[in-house]
């Protein structure tokens, strides 16, 4: 595959039966192991993580710093190892891959990133067309003035003006600006998956929702699947179709955005929703219904269910880590009292 | 005082008159800002990047940028003239009346000392404390921020602490003094939501508890919604808007406040097409005749650009800075 390949057909995000762009399946990272006294070592940074991106479908990733985000993403593109698990794009293994065979994957910008703050990931030093046209040369497979023209359109679809913002450097730059110029840069490839790494969190709201438009009018005009990596939901309000909840190393939760946010299945994802700051006084959860007890028993810190130590509904199940569990409407969540919680939520609040 | 914020009437904390600071080449960046803090207040600061906020909470605190200077104004604490005020003036003040915490809370701590020996060495300086009294009391202050196991944080150093532990420990510096007025600069921005929540909730609690008077700079509506009880809108280097929290969101009188409504977080997922504020803010220093909102305003007529717009005084603490208030009012809402 390079760059010069024919796009797919524009898909929507209900086509469910298409096949994902993304499967991963029970992927484990280990960075260096925990050692004793030293305080070196992270140890698991994400445990049979499972997830599938489709075409033009926006998967948003949630979870505090720390959960494994960012590592399934790096895991993705080739930059870490997995210790366990399969990652497939596109139907192709992507451990299969060794040597010359990943370095012409990685050269060809199927999968690009995003990353957070534009001013660090783009070279002050060149001009937006240099900056947008640097992976069309490592890909190396356009003519000179093909690559022009791709330079061009790839500006245009973010919204800015190839004729004025050719020759400017990222200084010259608003924040909003840069931020397209890293998505045009990302998009002119013709990658078949977009990792966005925290896209909108240095921007401010109104730059954050012209981003995040964007990504959703990217994702259905050229059928792109897009992967929005969040520490905050409101990056993720509006335009994602799915959203996986990390916590400490496991995706805890999963599916539809919509049905997840509104009815949590795991007390975590309840958390995340009740302390998510909102204009609007609408009638929810408090953080403080869901904060566990100052009498809760204190957990182990490993063996038990990763979520235990901060569940107000913990129990003597919880011992055990809980498997990911099928909930009915494409969703699943990894709790042994998974949805049930809310019945235990009245009879805390009435004694 | 031609354009000031009514505020409560009971000795503020915190007095703002007039304030006018400019940047680099005499850019002005913010123009005659007048707002005033009550004794235990909340009071949120909201507006876009560039809109000035950071600049004014920067001169309250002493720590404009070198390229930055107060060129007119007052600044007021409690009594206590700021303006012009001598370094020595300053270090009474700051750390001990007037806590700060700001966004990057790593680099606001020593990396080489324990988070506890820099609380304690802020308590042995600012308040003479004993060693041992000092350990005692940091300690104490560790739990009332929340922070789990204590006496095993006060050694720590900062890189074994998550984002939010060190904001706890900055937190818990900041209000060992028990100042009368903490500044909190986008204190929860880099956080995840649970812990933004957390750190909100301690923010209140504090207040209540040390009685102290609360400045929560931010762009977010959101976060202020919830947690201040007056609202204080800048752009571009004005304050548009102010008021209770509850009236300004519930009826805004500034297109300004309303576009940022729109673009807030709400709290529904559902999708729905994003709204954006439309073209830039003005760059500093930028000379505008009229109402700086005017160009990215869908309201603007050519009145509005023809002169000045006077902050006018609404009744109630309101005050709003727009030259169609009388034709917009319900329009907003």
Redesign the interface.
């Known amino acids: 595959m390079t760059a010069t390949r024919e796009r797919p057909e524009v898909s929507g995000p209900e086509h469910t039966q298409v096949a994902p762009v993304l499967r991963v399946s029970d992927l484990s990272v280990s960075y260096a192991p925990p050692r004793k006294g030293t305080?070196l070592g992270t140890g698991a940074a994400l445990t049979a993580a499972s997830l599938e991106v489709r075409p033009g479908e926006i998967v948003g990733i949630v979870?505090?710093?720390?959960s494994g985000k960012t590592t399934l993403a790096r895991a993705t593109v080739g930059l870490v190892r997995p210790a366990a698990g399969r990652i497939e794009l596109d139907g192709q293994d992507m451990g299969s891959l060794k040597g010359r065979a990943l370095r012409e994957f990685r050269r060809s910008g199927q999968v690009q990133l995003v990353f957070q703050d534009p001013l660090r990931s783009l070279d002050p030093d060149l001009t937006v067309a240099e900056l947008v046209r640097e992976p069309l040369d490592i890909a190396g497979t356009l003519s000179r003035a093909e690559r022009d023209v791709r330079v061009a359109e790839s500006l245009r679809l973010v919204g800015l003006e190839p004729e004025s913002m050719l020759g400017r450097r990222p200084r010259q730059l608003?924040?909003g600006q840069r931020q397209r110029v890293s998505l045009a840069r990302a998009i002119s490839t013709h990658p078949k998956l977009l990792f966005c790494d925290e896209p909108v969190?240095a921007l401010?709201?109104?730059?954050?929702?012209?981003v995040?438009?964007l990504l959703?009018r990217l994702r259905s005009e050229l059928g792109l699947a897009v992967v929005i990596i969040a520490?905050?939901?409101?990056s993720l309000?509006?335009?994602a179709?799915r959203v996986a909840v990390f916590y400490r190393s496991r995706v805890v939760e999963q599916g539809p955005?919509?049905d997840v946010?509104?009815r949590p299945a795991h007390p975590y994802t309840g958390?995340?929703t009740?302390?998510?700051?909102?204009?609007?006084h609408?009638d929810?959860l408090r953080?403080?219904q869901l904060r566990p007890q100052p009498d809760a028993r204190a957990w182990p810190s490993h063996g038990v269910c990763v979520f235990a130590p901060r569940c107000r509904f913990a129990h003597d199940a919880c011992a055990d880590q809980p498997a990911p569990v099928t909930l009915p409407g494409d969703r699943e969540a990894a709790c042994h009292v998974a949805g049930e919680w809310r019945t235990h939520l009245t009879t805390t609040k009435e004694s | 005082m031609p354009d000031s914020v009514p505020g409560p009437v009971l000795s503020p904390v915190l007095e703002v008159t007039d304030l006018r600071v400019s940047v680099g080449d005499h850019l002005v960046a913010v123009h005659d800002v007048s707002f005033s803090i009550g004794r235990g207040e909340s009071v949120g600061l909201v507006g876009e990047s560039g809109s000035g906020k950071t600049l004014t909470c920067r001169s309250v605190l002493g720590l404009l940028p070198a390229t930055g200077e107060v060129d007119h104004g007052r600044i007021v604490l409690g009594g206590t003239e700021l303006t012009g005020a001598t370094r020595r003036t300053w270090n009474e003040v700051r750390g001990t009346r007037l806590g700060a915490v700001f966004q990057d809370s790593a680099s606001y701590l020593n990396p080489s000392l324990t988070v506890g020996h820099q609380l304690a060495e802020q308590l042995r300086v600012k308040r003479g404390l004993s060693r041992a009294d000092a350990h005692r009391r940091a300690v104490e202050l560790f739990t009332e921020v929340g922070l789990h196991d204590p006496e095993g944080v006060f050694h720590r150093y900062p890189h074994e602490l998550s984002g939010g532990m060190q904001q706890r420990v900055l937190i818990a510096i900041s209000v060992s003094c028990e100042p009368e007025l903490l500044i909190a600069d986008e204190a929860t921005t880099a956080l995840d939501v649970v812990i933004q929540a957390e750190i909100l909730d301690l923010l209140g609690r504090l207040r209540e508890t040390h009685g102290l008077a609360l400045l929560l700079v931010t762009h977010d509506l959101a976060v202020v919604a919830e947690t201040c009880e007056r609202i204080l809108v800048m752009y571009a280097g004005e304050i548009v808007e102010s008021g209770t929290t509850e009236e300004v969101l519930a009826r805004p009188r500034h297109p300004y406040t309303q576009a940022l409504m729109g673009v807030a977080t709400i709290g529904t997922w559902e999708r729905r097409a994003l709204e954006v504020i439309p073209g830039q803010p003005p760059s500093v220093g930028e000379d505008m005749p009229g109402c700086r909102f005017a160009p990215r305003c869908r309201f603007a007529t050519s009145a509005c650009t023809s002169g000045p717009v006077p902050l006018a005084d609404l009744g109630g603490g309101r005050a709003a800075r727009c030259a169609r208030l009388d034709a917009l009012e319900g329009a907003l809402a």
């Not at chain 1, 009740?274 to 609007?280: E, I, Y």
């Open positions: 305080h979870g505090e710093t720390g608003s924040g969190s401010d709201v109104s730059n954050r929702n012209l995040l438009s959703d520490h905050d939901l409101s309000a509006g335009i179709d955005i919509q946010l509104q958390l995340l009740a302390s998510a700051p909102s204009v609007a609408v929810r953080p403080e």
